[in-house]
C-alpha cells in the first residue's frame, strides 16, 4: 500500500495537475511545454492510474486512520483522474444509460480544471514530501 499510497498517488497528482492547468502553468513557466506535451498522449492512463491510487489511499492510507489518512491527494486525484477518464467511461456500456449525469458532472469540473489541477500539483508535492502526516 505504501507504493500505491506515496508513490503512485504523488507523482498521479503532480502529472494531473500539471496537465490540468497546464494552460496556466505554461503561460508563466514556458520551459515545461515539452513536458506537458510529452504527457498529453498519455492523459487517460495517467488519470485512470491517478483516480485508482486516489480511491485505494482514501480507503487504506499508508499512515493514518481511513479516510483521513490521505485526505487531500486522494480526493484531488480521484476526482481529476475521473475527469480525465470521462471520456471513455462515457462509452462504456453500463454508463451510456447516466451519460446525462456524467456531462453535468464533467461540466462543473472544467469550471474548476485550473483550481484543482493547482491544487493537485500541490497536494502531490506536499504528500510526496510529508507523506507521514495526517492530510498528506
Not at 96 to 103: A, G, N, T, Y
Request: proline share 5%; with cysteine; charged share 10%.
Amino acid at each position: 500500500m505504501t507504493i500505491v499510497d506515496v508513490v503512485i498517488l504523488s507523482i498521479g497528482c503532480m502529472a494531473c495537475g500539471l496537465l490540468s492547468a497546464s494552460s496556466l502553468i505554461l503561460s508563466r513557466l514556458r520551459g515545461l511545454r515539452i513536458l506537458v506535451y510529452a504527457l498529453m498522449p498519455l492523459k487517460i492512463p495517467i488519470g485512470a492510474a491517478t483516480a485508482l491510487a486516489g480511491f485505494v489511499s482514501l480507503l487504506f492510507p499508508a499512515d493514518g486512520p481511513p479516510i483521513f489518512g490521505s485526505l487531500l491527494p486522494g480526493a484531488v486525484g480521484l476526482l481529476l483522474g475521473t475527469l480525465f477518464c470521462l471520456e471513455v467511461l462515457m462509452d462504456a456500456r453500463f454508463f451510456r444509460r447516466h451519460k446525462e449525469d456524467f456531462v453535468r458532472f464533467g461540466n462543473a469540473l472544467l469550471y474548476l480544471k485550473n483550481p484543482l489541477g493547482l491544487l493537485s500539483l500541490f497536494a502531490g508535492i506536499m504528500h510526496l514530501l510529508f507523506s507521514k502526516s495526517l492530510f498528506f
